[in-house]
């Protein structure tokens, strides 16, 4: 089955750089993945996804990007502010109802 | 109504309780999940109803029974727990299979 390794499991950076945080997944069918952002205490709540026919997403101060040949893909947020502070997951599915998560990065952005 | 909906927002039970906990969801979506979250880790993957029809069942004990009444319901049913169950629980919703997942706010349960 899918396998999705995520690196970092802690970030920590300063108020207005920029966080990269990196996924691999196992299984070539895999065309779709998302990322979610979890806040203390909160629900997991998407922020970005990209499909296998696309390289690159973007939305405001995130970005996505996807390598099919190495499975790889990796969440950008440029610009990182405090209320950036949270657990990011990336995950990865088949086209069925199965998404399986990364461990998680936890994410500090120091004021 | 982007929201999905669940009760109780806590629940402390008995290992001879029987509880339930209840999701709703009325953005017409036909996929629900239960998963099943412990501290420090992502979602675990319990169950999958889709378009009311059980579709995938992560071979989750049998102290775990969940339900689709209607298209918009899901409950799971939680008998003879153990502590090591203690987790939060959360349903999701979604259009179909590869798409957005919309959680609900979870359910934090303790087995004592």
């Known amino acids: 089955g899918e396998n999705v390794e995520q690196h970092p499991s802690t970030l920590s950076v300063q108020e207005g750089d920029s966080a990269v945080i990196k996924c691999t997944y196992s299984?070539?069918?895999?065309?779709?993945f998302p990322w979610y952002k979890q806040e203390l205490g909160k629900r997991p709540q998407l922020i970005i996804d990209i499909r296998s026919n696309v390289g690159e997403k973007k939305d405001q101060r995130i970005a996505v990007t996807l390598n099919k040949t190495a499975k790889h893909f990796s969440l950008h947020i440029t610009e990182t502010q405090p209320e950036d502070s949270a657990v990011y997951f990336c995950a990865a599915n088949t086209g069925g109802f199965k998404t399986i998560f990364g461990a998680g990065t936890r994410l500090f952005v120091k004021a | 109504d982007t929201e999905v909906t669940q009760t109780p927002k806590h629940l402390v039970m008995g290992m001879t309780n029987k509880k339930s906990l209840k999701c709703e969801q009325h953005?017409?979506?036909?996929?629900m999940y239960w998963y099943k979250q412990k501290a420090k880790k992502p979602p675990e993957l319990m169950f999958v109803?889709?378009?009311?029809?059980?579709?995938i069942n992560e071979s989750v004990p049998s102290r775990f029974s969940p339900e689709c009444p209607n298209s918009s319901l899901l409950n799971l049913h939680l008998h003879a727990l153990q502590p090591e169950d203690s987790a939060l629980y959360l349903c999701?919703?979604?259009?179909?299979?590869?798409?957005?997942?919309?959680f609900g706010q979870g359910t934090r349960l303790t087995v004592v």
């Open positions: 109803y889709s378009y009311e029809k059980l579709s």
């Open positions: 953005m017409g979506h036909r996929a």
């Open positions: 299984d070539s069918a895999s065309n779709y």
């Open positions: 999701a919703s979604s259009l179909g299979g590869a798409g957005e997942a919309f």
